[in-house]
């Protein structure tokens, strides 16, 4: 099974554990089979794998979420990047021309596109398989996945088929609806539009040629920030009619909101809470280093870190995000390829961050042309390189390095760091990276 998760979002709705980089499919609140917290991103990852081991996935996202995905995922996952946000039409082109030009995979095979973020369960994966069968072995161009809905909501587009058999013709789509609306879609055997879909790769390539100019996965690449932001839906499923729909019967959840996040969590806290004998319905994330005391709650979601805290009725919670757009903040925490930092402390010319690198991970060989850094190793061993000469590092070491010094530090066990920014102008901008002479 080819498969593209699509992966991006700028996080809003789930503040103050996400932001820009941190969407909520890196959230870890999920417990695993090794009963360790994972993300959704890990969670999907791993059903997909158990449901076919040989498939081929590639995660679609952009820039600012590629060093996560790597952290969570390894460096082997596939990766389509997008230089910009440009909606779900160029972002599915593009991961199109990239399986094509770059993996090598045939136009007549079936490729399957997911949310990265969807709470399910195995047999949704058993479903996704038999998607990408149906666009392979059938003659409709496009096959979708119709979610039986639950409850009237306003939140999905709803797709009505032609007849109640498994695999059917579309008869019309339908935006977004208020809730009245819906019932009647509902009566009508209306599916949710769960924005899952399977194609022939020669068909959506095709269409990407048809409405954008381009020649290979490169040439789109180069000149992606010059399309027009269009989803995948008004762009080609809407106006396609040679189209079926497959309906899904088994769990499927978006959770895309603390309400919703927190009806999936397995237990009442994640990170340090107590709640006395007269709370109920209380679910607490906490990040912080420090300890949540709840008394008399009912029906509240709290989520503490670095960015902020929340203290939220539940259902309230799900209108966070006009709230937010009014915060003009610094990202406070972040997952990179190497590991991830945490801002403790801001200061008009200084900034201290914990560092947290992975055992055999390095940082970029960089310099910095307006600040000068303090690195104080606290625990773990590793090596330094400050311009070109190396030298190995141990808890109580410090390391100084002045403005415009090469730089870099690697992990040969778990390497936690006190990094100390000194400077007028501390931007994550200024930096500029070097090739690492062996």
């Known amino acids: 099974m080819n498969i593209v998760l699509l992966s991006g979002g700028s996080g809003k709705r789930l503040w103050p554990l996400s932001n820009d980089i941190r969407s ?12 360790q917290y994972e993300s959704m991103l890990q969670r999907v990852y791993s059903q997909i794998l158990k449901a076919d081991p040989q498939s081929d996935i590639t995660v679609a996202t952009s820039k600012t979420q590629v060093s996560a995905i790597h952290n969570q995922l390894g460096d082997a996952v596939g990766v389509c990047v997008e230089p910009c946000r440009r909606d779900t039409f160029p972002a599915i082109a593009l991961a199109t021309a990239y399986l094509h030009d770059r993996k090598g995979i045939s136009e007549e095979e079936s490729v399957v596109v997911c949310p990265v973020d969807p709470y399910v369960e195995d047999d949704f994966f058993a479903a996704l398989k038999e998607l990408g069968r ?3 072995e059938g003659e409709a161009n496009l096959v979708l996945m119709g979610i039986e809905p639950t409850y009237p909501s306003e939140k999905y587009g ?3 088929p032609k007849d109640t058999a498994l695999v059917s013709g579309v008869e019309t789509f339908q935006e977004k609806p208020d809730a009245q609306t819906a019932r009647e879609y509902i009566r009508k055997g209306a599916l949710w539009n769960g924005g899952v879909f399977a194609y022939k790769l020669k068909y959506v390539l095709e269409k990407a040629h048809q409405l954008i100019d381009f020649t290979d996965y490169d040439d789109l690449y180069s000149k992606y920030d010059t399309l027009t932001k269009i989803s995948f839906d008004y762009a080609v499923v809407e106006k396609e009619n040679d189209i079926k729909v497959m309906r899904f019967q088994g769990q499927w959840k978006d959770l895309g909101t603390w309400n919703t996040l927190t009806e999936a ?8 809470a107590m709640f006395n004998d007269t709370c109920d319905n209380v679910r607490v994330v906490n990040e912080l280093d420090m300890p949540i005391l709840c008394m008399g709650l009912k029906d509240m979601v709290i989520s503490a870190s670095p960015e902020g805290i929340l203290i939220s009725d539940k259902e309230q919670s799900s209108y966070i995000k006009p709230f937010v757009d009014r915060l003009d903040q610094q990202i406070m925490f972040a997952e990179k390829s190497w590991g991830s930092f945490r801002v403790i402390d801001v ?3 200084s900034l201290t961050i914990k560092v947290t690198l992975q055992p055999g ?3 970029h060989y960089h310099s910095h042309e307006r600040r000068d850094e303090v690195w104080t190793i606290i625990s773990g061993k590793g090596r330094t390189i400050v311009e070109g000469m190396e030298q190995q590092v141990k808890a109580g070491d410090v390391i100084t ?3 415009g010094c090469r730089h870099t530090i690697m992990a040969d066990t778990e390497l936690k760091v006190i990094e100390v920014q000194l400077g007028k102008e501390i931007s ?3 930096k500029q990276k070097y090739p690492l002479e062996p």
Not at 26 to 34: D, H, L, V
Not at 265 to 272: A, H, L, N, Q, S
Request: glycine letters at 8%; a negative charge; one cysteine or more.
């Open 24 to 35: 909520k499919q890196f959230i870890k609140i999920f417990k695993n089979t090794e009963g």
């Open 134 to 136: 149906l666009a392979k």
């Open 158 to 160: 709803y797709i009505i």
């Open 265 to 272: 969590m397995e237990e009442g806290c994640v990170g340090d």
């Open 347 to 349: 200061e008009e010319e």
């Open 361 to 363: 991970h390095r940082m």
């Open 401 to 403: 390095m002045e403005a």
């Open 428 to 430: 994550v901008h200024d």
